[in-house]
C-alpha cells in the first residue's frame, strides 16, 4: 500500500490525475480512497469508514465492502513519509 500511495502522491505532485476503480468500485477501490484520505491526515483511523460514507453520500452498497477489508484499512500503518505528500 506505501508504494502504491507513493506513487499516486508523486503523479498528483505534477499536476496529474489517478483513476482508481476494481470491479465493483467498491471493496478494493474504497480501501484505496480510505488509505488516502489517512495518508493524507483527511481522517484517522477511527474516523476514515465514516470519511468514506459521507463521501460516497448517495452511492449504492457499503465501501469498503467487506468487514476484512474495512478491519484492514482501520489497522493501516502508513510510512510517515505520506503524509502531507501530493496534492
Do not use: K, N
Not at 9 to 36: D, F, K, N, P, S
Amino acid at each position: 500500500m506505501d508504494r502504491l500511495l507513493g506513487w499516486i502522491a508523486a503523479h498528483t505532485r505534477t499536476g496529474g490525475r489517478v483513476y482508481a476503480h476494481c470491479w465493483g468500485g467498491r471493496g478494493r477501490t474504497g480501501v484505496l480512497a480510505g488509505a488516502w484520505l489517512l495518508a493524507r491526515g483527511l481522517a484517522d483511523s477511527e474516523g476514515v469508514l465514516g470519511a468514506i460514507a459521507r463521501l460516497r453520500q448517495g452511492a449504492p452498497g457499503a465501501s469498503p465492502e467487506t468487514p476484512e477489508q474495512a478491519a484492514f484499512l482501520q489497522s493501516l500503518t502508513l510510512t510517515p513519509r505520506l503524509t502531507g505528500t501530493g496534492r
